[in-house]
Each structure stands twice: as structure tokens, then as C-alpha cells.
């Protein structure tokens, strides 16, 4: 099974800040058919369900902010925040679809300092 | 507008079962793969379950493998998640998620999810 390790657990910036999410696989999640990477990530705020920011590790889903940005490939990723708004206050989760069991990273909880 | 909205959640006695639907709206139903993730309070998501669009092949994460049965009924846009032999592990929020292609991919939209507590 592939494991998401994220880091670090807990973000604290100020507004403005760029806050910067990474994401490691146990395994590649490049599937060389394709040049694709199996990696989205994931935007939970307090008491609501996740919300898809990034797939295919950096194209941004319709609608979200162009601050939000994603890179990496292979096994190393990274969610960045280019200039931190109070709204952006959240968990932030990786997961791979590459192979089931599709699995979740720990979570990055980012506040505002 | 796509709609996900569960069902079925509560307070059940270790041992016991429960059965959780998810009424779909808004989209071709039968085109997207289905998922189940759960959330134990303040922890992470994990992933439960997937079953593809024509309902032929389903996955399973180990930790419910053996207990847990996804199913859908494509003329009614439902989903289902049968649980059985439930424990005190298995207290979470369950979300059901649409794929965004016919088995597993990325998920794009999420249910409210369903409070599920297993105490006696």
C-alpha cells in the first residue's frame, strides 16, 4: 500500500505569508503511460466536508484561487499558498489515486499567526 | 448543480448494523465511480470504498475488508454502504464522493457526510 506523509503537521503565518504543504509517497505515483501524477489535493474547513483544490498534482480545480498552486512529481509534492488570506484558514490533505487503497496524508492545519 | 446527501447515520451498539445511502443529483450517475471516506472525530480522512460506474467492481481498504459492502442502484442514483459486525473504531463522519472517472481518480465532489457512533 502507498503512504502520504505530509509536512509539517501545523502551519502558523501571518496574513500574506506564503505557506508551503509538502506531500511524500512511499511509492512513484507517475504513471509513465501517461506522464501523469495520481496526486490531488484537498481543502477541509471546520465543520464542512473537503473541497478538491489541485489534481493531477498541479492543475487547479475550476473556481479555486490562483494562489493555490501544486508541483512535484514522482514521489515528492508541494502545496503552495502564495499569499495567505484569513479564508485560507483549513486543513490541508494530499491523496493519491494511483492505486487503491487510495490513501490521504495526515492533514496540515494552517492558522493564521 | 451536483448534490450528494447521506443518509442512514447514528448511534448503534458495537456488533450491530447499518446501512448508509447517498442520494445523487445533478449528474450522470451511472458515468462516475463512487466513493466512501470516513473521518473519525478530530482525525484524518480515510479512505473506505470504491465501486465503479456499471456497479461490477468494487475496493476495499483492508481496515473494513470482510465487514463493509458498497452497492448502487443506478436507476434510482443511490449508493449504499452496508456495514456489519460495527466497532468503536468505526465512529466517524462517512462521506460519499463522486469520482471523476469510472473507478477511482480524483474526488470532486463530496457529500455532508453521515455522524456514525458505535457505543453501547
Known amino acids: 500500500d502507498i503512504v502520504m506523509t505530509q509536512s509539517p503537521d501545523f502551519l502558523a503565518l501571518s496574513l500574506g505569508e506564503r505557506a508551503t504543504i509538502k506531500c511524500k509517497s512511499s511509492?512513484?505515483?507517475?504513471?509513465?503511460?501517461?506522464?501523469?501524477?495520481?496526486l490531488a489535493w484537498y481543502q477541509q474547513k471546520p465543520g464542512q466536508p473537503p473541497k478538491l483544490l489541485i489534481y493531477?498534482?498541479?492543475i487547479r480545480e475550476s473556481g479555486v484561487p490562483d494562489r493555490f498552486s501544486g508541483s512535484g512529481s514522482g514521489t515528492d509534492f508541494t502545496l503552495t499558498i502564495s499569499s495567505l488570506q484569513a479564508e485560507d484558514v483549513a486543513v490541508y490533505y494530499c491523496q493519491q489515486y494511483y492505486i487503491t487503497p487510495l490513501a490521504f496524508g495526515q492533514g496540515t492545519r494552517v492558522e493564521i499567526k | 448543480q451536483v448534490q450528494l446527501v447521506e443518509s442512514g447515520g447514528g448511534v448503534v451498539q458495537p456488533g450491530r448494523s447499518l446501512r448508509l445511502s447517498c442520494a445523487a443529483s445533478g449528474f450522470n450517475f451511472a458515468t462516475f465511480g463512487m466513493h466512501w471516506v470516513r473521518q473519525a472525530p478530530g482525525k484524518g480522512l480515510e479512505w473506505v470504498a470504491v465501486?465503479?460506474?456499471?456497479?461490477?467492481?468494487?475496493d476495499y481498504a483492508d481496515s473494513v475488508k470482510g465487514r463493509f459492502t458498497i452497492s448502487r442502484d443506478n436507476s434510482r442514483n443511490t449508493l449504499s454502504l452496508q456495514i456489519n459486525s460495527l466497532r468503536a473504531e468505526d465512529t466517524a463522519v462517512y462521506y460519499c464522493?463522486?469520482?471523476?472517472?469510472?473507478?477511482?481518480?480524483?474526488?470532486?465532489?463530496w457529500g455532508q457526510g453521515t455522524l456514525v457512533t458505535v457505543s453501547s
Open positions: 511509492q512513484s505515483v507517475l504513471y509513465n503511460s501517461n506522464n501523469k501524477n495520481y
Open positions: 464522493a463522486k469520482s471523476t472517472g469510472k473507478g477511482t481518480y480524483y474526488l470532486d465532489y
Open positions: 493531477w498534482a498541479s
Open positions: 465501486i465503479w460506474n456499471d456497479g461490477n467492481k468494487e
